[in-house]
């Protein structure tokens, strides 16, 4: 399920927080769903412990995972809903890149075909 880079530059903590919003919003993990423990996604990915619960208490933290004493995490009711918003807020940065880009010289129409072209990526990866 998770896959961790070596060669990046972006934290492995980083990473797992980040696959874990993709899964989340992608619908491949939904409110209630049980998340490995920390100990099994050490062994899984031979990544220190202490890296796997920081992120975890990171994500817990943002309100996309609860943990349950004795049971495990979880992911939380409202988690689809809290990174919906996030993403949402990024929109005044995407904007405000299309203005750099803009001014660099790249058209509409070519913007217009890059976002097509992501979407289009991501209904092929969804139907696989």
Known sequence: MFQIDPMSRQAVYEQLIEQMERFILSGILK???????????????????????KAYSQMDAKGMIYSVPGKGCFISPD???RLSKAKMEKIEDFE???LELALAGITQEQLTESIKRVFS????????
């Open 96 to 98: 405000n890149l299309i």
């Open 121 to 128: 990526n991501m209904q092929e990866q969804s139907s696989n």
């Open 79 to 81: 988690a689809l809903e």
């Open 31 to 53: 409110s209630g769903d049980q998340i490995p423990s920390v100990r099994s996604l050490s062994v899984d990915l031979s990544v220190n412990p202490n890296t796997i619960q």
